[in-house]
């Protein structure tokens, strides 16, 4: 979108889309309230100053449904997508299935990071199989289902998420630096707004 401010051509850069996917039975049949979902908008609120927008999806533990709404929202054009839920080793336990079943290659830093760091809070941290990935232009990271699980996965690998999607080619995501220091090694100058 292009705006005028008197004779200067203002650029107001499109919102990154990022979905944010709830894989949850009995959130999905109405259960209970998903607190999943607001949880990671809520991350995402407090983390990016560039312009964003949430895609949100709530699906049950179910691989088909979880892949669909993942290559959906991949093909929607999310820079990013966020999954919460069925990491864990239950037999409807079936998101990094999902997960490796849409992406063409795996990033599995992320999910060694997001265990390491998770053990400093609970022993079970090691009963998640959390992954990450690349599906098209998106990354996609799983988080376990604990609504204080996603700050927790979140703050160990949000650091390395903005320079990954720049060599994803997608938009350029702005952190609160002092909520979290983005690292960029080949570091370009944000571009001029004007
Ligand atoms: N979206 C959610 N909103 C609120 N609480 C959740 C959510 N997802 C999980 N939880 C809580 O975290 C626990 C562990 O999550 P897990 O993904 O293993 O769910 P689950 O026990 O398989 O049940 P379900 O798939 O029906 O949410 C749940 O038992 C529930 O207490
Ligand atoms: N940071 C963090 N990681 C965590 C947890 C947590 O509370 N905090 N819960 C663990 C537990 S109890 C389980 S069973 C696994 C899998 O959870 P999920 O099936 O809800 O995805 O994540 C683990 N990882």
């Not at 990022?18 to 983390?47: C, F, H, K, M, N």
């Amino acid at each position: 979108m292009v705006q005028r401010k008197g004779k200067e051509k203002m650029t107001q850069p499109t919102p990154a889309s990022i979905g944010i996917v709830t894989v949850s039975d009995r959130a999905s049949r109405g259960e209970y309230q998903d607190r999943g979902g607001p949880a990671i908008e809520a991350y995402l609120q407090e983390v990016l100053q560039s312009p964003w927008r949430a895609v949100p999806r709530l699906v049950p533990d179910d691989i088909d449904a979880i892949a669909d709404a993942l290559q959906e929202l991949s093909e929607l054009g999310c820079c990013l997508i966020i999954t919460t839920g069925g990491t864990g080793p239950a037999l409807r336990d079936v998101t990094p299935e999902a997960t490796e079943r849409v992406c063409d290659k795996m990033m599995p830093g992320f999910g060694e990071q997001m265990r390491q760091v998770s053990l400093q809070f609970v022993p079970t941290a090691i009963l998640s199989r959390q992954t990450a990935g690349i599906c098209g232009s998106s990354l996609i990271v799983n988080l376990p289902g604990q609504p204080k699980a996603i700050a927790e996965c979140l703050d160990a690998v949000f650091p390395a998420i903005p320079y990954c999607i720049d060599l994803l080619e997608g938009p350029r995501l702005e952190t609160d630096p002092a909520r979290c220091q983005a690292f960029r090694p080949k570091s370009k100058p944000a571009p001029d707004p004007q």
